[in-house]
DNA sequence: GGCAAGCCGTACCGTACGTTACGGTTCGGC
DNA sequence: GCCGAACCGTAACGTACGGTACGGCTTGCC
């Protein structure tokens, strides 16, 4: 370990769950840890250094100098794939109930989009396999970038919707982990169990509006009588 | 692999996810499928053949006797604490809405308090980390006596309470996910993750009283002005 | 007592895989 | 053209662990 990005330095990553996106990859590195990512999906628990080392086409040298050993490796592969998970961005200045109800229904929608990936599913697969033996970087790290980062980014729409008068809940917070379990329900364990559920575009987006309107009817504002 | 309950008998466990709890085992293989289950919650990934035996008090000859392989040996573990899990059984006979209310909120409590218990959590983590390699029996196994048995129990309630007019549902299947979704939240997939998430008894009672009345106000028969 | 069956403890085998080492090749700098 | 650095491909090493074999002990049966 001399040089390189070190993911293994024991205080950069133990310590601070909060995710440095740019560490710094070169184009190479970015393909070898592609070629990792997709031979994670494929395969499933069958990410050995010598199956990526040939996937990738470089040596099993390389990958141990830049990435110190096969943890740092996964760590690097599930960084690099959670940076690019991206869910909707939406300002939270259409303050009307038809727009912050198509901001929800896309939150959602996206959601769903990412947990049924098979991307998703092979990373969270890994990630809770590793929870469970010490280190659990791996864990914190697509949370950070699963879970907490759609409340970052959820949690302003809902505050914006308060003020609006368009919303009303008690606790930020709450009111998200309400309209997640609203979204998610039974996909992800079940998913992640093996379950065969197919979710096609059809569906998620039927869910998607479903989880909003049952959000807005749990939190929507009392203004008036609320028949349809 | 000659007598004994054959676990590992592909026609047996292979295409049939049903779980015959009363796979006739001894009072000392019980005892051994304990010692195998204790070890999974402590030691997580640990779970080595030699450590089981150690564990155990038993040669490694026996365990491969009894159970073919490491398999056989996880399989049987995974039905033995299933078989052990049941949640709350209630009759949907009383009719009103204070008991209904109650019965609910007893599922609801029922379930988290399985969900965030140690052993779940590390059952689900084995079975979730097989189900990406293949065989994927496992994770059957833990869903049809987690989420489904759940489903099953849960199912005859919410019909005896649209039968009395309390609630209101088109589909008990989705009545009974978007439950489960108020219910469970992000809880089980941060626990799966090593999100460290302390429920305690009080929290507990509150989360599943919260799910309750919410369900309700989403499902509850609309019999005059529901402004508490 | 004699015997067979079941089981414990342990040594042993084969393999898979993480990790290291090394020769050969490419490439930028002078 | 020459040099060193980076990297590829592959061979080699060490170990952990699944699976097997075997000697000795207990137990039930005759």
Redesign the interface.
Known sequence: MTGGPAFREKSVLHSVPEIDTSEALTERQKAVLDAALRLLVEE???LTMTAVARRASCSKETLYKWFGDRDGLLTATVQWQASKVRVAQVDGKGLDLASLSASLERFASDWLQVISSDTSI?L??????H????K?NL??V??ENG?FALAKRLKPVLEAGRQAGLLDFADAETAF??F???????V???L????RLELTEATIGGDAARATQ?FL??HGA?TGPQGL
């Open positions: 499933g628990d069958q092979a969270n697969r890994v990630a809770i396999s929870a469970g033996s010490g659990d864990g914190a697509v949370l879970r982990r309400t997640f379990g609203l979204v998610a329900r039974d992800q364990i079940r992640l169990l093996g379950d049952q009817a749990l009392k």
